[in-house]
């Protein structure tokens, strides 16, 4: 079973999708991580992010640097919004995604153009979102946890800018596809929203078995 689990930043998809791939026992890919690792090349080998083909350039990492805990600040975030815009950047990592969706067994896997680019076919897909509002705030405390002292102002400001840029770019923009289920996670807890995401996830699930089955 293949579920594809989209979204805004901060909105719960990670987390969720994490959460899908244990209570199924399917291999998981934060594909976030891709373009975070092509942002943090750049940022290193003092490239242009905003140039293609030095963010193409980058796009040759080592595996071992999806480990690295600098891939995770809100600055690599915002680098990894303007290198993910250019259609090349997105080509070379294409076949990674698409291997991943496809190996036997199936896969979750979470980002921007899951189910409308890297997995058109998944079993299930889920549109994961909440306020930009609500969304700063939990980035804001989760920044805070790591010693941060970046003002509210300035995180809901950078996820606006981000959502802009991610829904705006003319290739594999950040939308909901026409198949997938929407979950608005505002107003959710952690635990509550997982609960609703297998929830939902069973419901397609279920209907694909009994497609298959005999009548
Ligand atoms: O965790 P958060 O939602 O803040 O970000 P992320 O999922 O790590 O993604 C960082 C950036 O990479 C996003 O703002 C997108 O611009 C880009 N991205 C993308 O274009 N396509 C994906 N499948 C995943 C991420």
């Given at each position: 079973m293949i579920i594809?689990?989209?979204?805004?930043?901060?909105?719960?998809?990670?987390?969720?999708?994490?959460?899908?791939?244990?209570?199924?026992?399917l291999p998981h890919l934060d594909t976030g991580l891709l373009y975070r690792a092509v942002a943090l090349?750049?940022?290193?080998?003092?490239?242009?992010?905003?140039?293609?083909?030095?963010?193409?350039?980058?796009?040759?990492?080592?595996?071992?640097?999806l480990a690295d805990?600098?891939?995770?600040?809100?600055?690599?975030?915002?680098?990894?919004?303007?290198?993910?815009?250019?259609?090349?950047?997105?080509?070379a990592l294409l076949h990674r995604q698409k291997r991943f969706a496809r190996q036997p067994g199936g896969a979750v896997l979470d980002g921007r153009d899951i189910g409308t680019v890297i997995a058109p076919d998944a079993d299930a897909k889920l549109f994961v979102k909440a306020t930009p509002q609500i969304r700063a705030q939990r980035r804001h405390k989760e920044l805070q946890g790591h010693g941060s002292t970046v003002s509210f102002d300035k995180v809901l400001t950078d996820i606006r800018g981000r959502d802009a840029r991610d829904s705006g770019r003319s290739t594999a923009p950040l939308v909901m596809?026409?198949?997938?289920?929407?979950?608005?996670?505002?107003?959710?807890?952690?635990?509550?929203?997982?609960?609703?995401?297998?929830?939902?996830?069973?419901?397609?699930?279920?209907?694909?078995?009994?497609?298959?089955?005999?009548?």
């Open positions: 594809a689990v989209d979204g805004p930043a901060a909105s719960g998809k990670g987390t969720i999708a994490k959460a899908l791939a244990r209570h199924y026992g090349t750049v940022q290193r080998m003092e490239l242009d992010p905003a140039k293609e083909a030095d963010a193409v350039a980058a796009c040759d990492f080592d595996d071992a640097l805990p600098a891939l995770r600040t809100d600055e690599i975030g915002q680098l990894a919004s303007i290198v993910s815009a250019h259609p090349l950047v997105r080509a596809a026409g198949d997938a289920v929407l979950l608005d996670t505002s107003f959710l807890s952690i635990d509550a929203s997982v609960q609703k995401a297998i929830a939902l996830v069973e419901v397609r699930r279920v209907r694909a078995v009994s497609a298959t089955e005999p009548q």
